[in-house]
């Protein structure tokens, strides 16, 4: 019988975004729902509990500062955010976010 060739788990973050993760809080996800009673950080609406991604109306957890743009992976840099919220304001901060919805 043949020998099945392992496959290589699959690394879905850059190794620069895991090193940050790693420096980071460990963050629950729950505990974050709940410690922001389940409203989206954008656009300031509830978000359902009970649906889950790739339901657009999922929950997310938003970095504040992206890391992209030099932010942390910790407490006081992240809430919750829909998944299309999320995607939405993509790797801008709050502030260019706000800017750019005004002016468009």
């Known amino acids: 019988m043949a020998q099945r060739k392992r ?3 699959v690394r879905y973050y850059s190794p620069k ?11 629950d996800a729950l ?19 009970f649906v889950r991604c790739p339901d657009w109306n999922a929950a997310t957890i938003d970095h ?18 829909h998944y299309r919220c999320n995607m939405d304001k993509a790797d801008l901060t709050c502030e260019e976010l ?6 468009g």
């Open 7 to 9: 496959r290589r788990p």
């Open 17 to 27: 975004r895991r090193k940050v993760y790693a420096e980071g809080d460990k963050i």
């Open 31 to 49: 505990t974050l729902f709940e410690l922001h009673a389940w409203i989206c950080c954008i656009c300031h609406e509830k978000i359902n509990r």
């Open 64 to 81: 504040i500062i992206p890391i992209s743009k030099g932010g942390t992976h910790t407490w006081d840099n992240v809430a919750p955010a």
């Open 98 to 103: 706000n800017d750019l919805t005004l002016t």
